[in-house]
């Protein structure tokens, strides 16, 4: 196995920290409470620091770095079907998708879980409406997140949970690894 320093700690902290502010939101606090709306104010600061970390980050954490093309996309579907073992250094083709589909839709459940706590939008239930798809599409997007770590994970010999844990990803030497 070859190490390879890959997650800085700001990029694991601001993960985990998402991970247990969108949990007590979704799980765990009232959704009527003022903690309910300071845990998504807290959770839309830590994905605005995300952002500017993404283009002042670490190589691996700017966006630059992994926005994937149609092609990689391709390519990594793929190698899954056809049972090659491709590690990518920083985050894979599909696991960017998912990274900008879940940035983007937890910025869009703070917009509108803001939008009903102002004058204009107070009651409006098409907000309300919007806010709570916009949290049950999160939480498949987060199952879907969580059962491809794993594929992935086996699939590659790569503890891809691990690495967001120590910043190290751990290559089998008879994988193939793309920076």
Known sequence: MTVYKVWDPFIRLFHW???VGFAA??????????LHEWIGYA???????????????????????????RGDVTQQITEIATHR?????GH???????????LATIIAI????????????????????AHEILVIWAEVSILLHI??????????????ARAMVTGRKSI??????SQ
């Not at 939101?25 to 003022?34: H, R, Y």
């Not at 894979?92 to 879940?102: D, T």
């Open 17 to 19: 920290s998402l991970v």
């Open 25 to 34: 939101n979704a799980l765990i606090v009232d959704d009527d409470s003022k």
């Open 43 to 69: 959770v839309l600061a830590l994905v605005a620091l995300r952002l500017v970390w993404g283009f002042v980050g670490p190589a691996t954490a700017r966006f630059a770095s992994f926005f994937p093309a």
């Open 85 to 89: 073992r491709h590690a990518h250094l």
């Open 92 to 102: 894979s083709p599909l696991g960017a998708l998912m990274i900008f589909n879940l």
């Open 110 to 129: 703070g917009v509108t879980g803001h939008m009903m706590t102002t004058t204009a939008f107070w009651g409006a239930e098409w907000v309300e409406e």
């Open 147 to 160: 059962a491809a770590v794993i594929w992935e994970s086996r699939r590659t010999g790569v503890n891809l």
């Open 172 to 177: 089998p030497e008879d994988v193939r690894l």
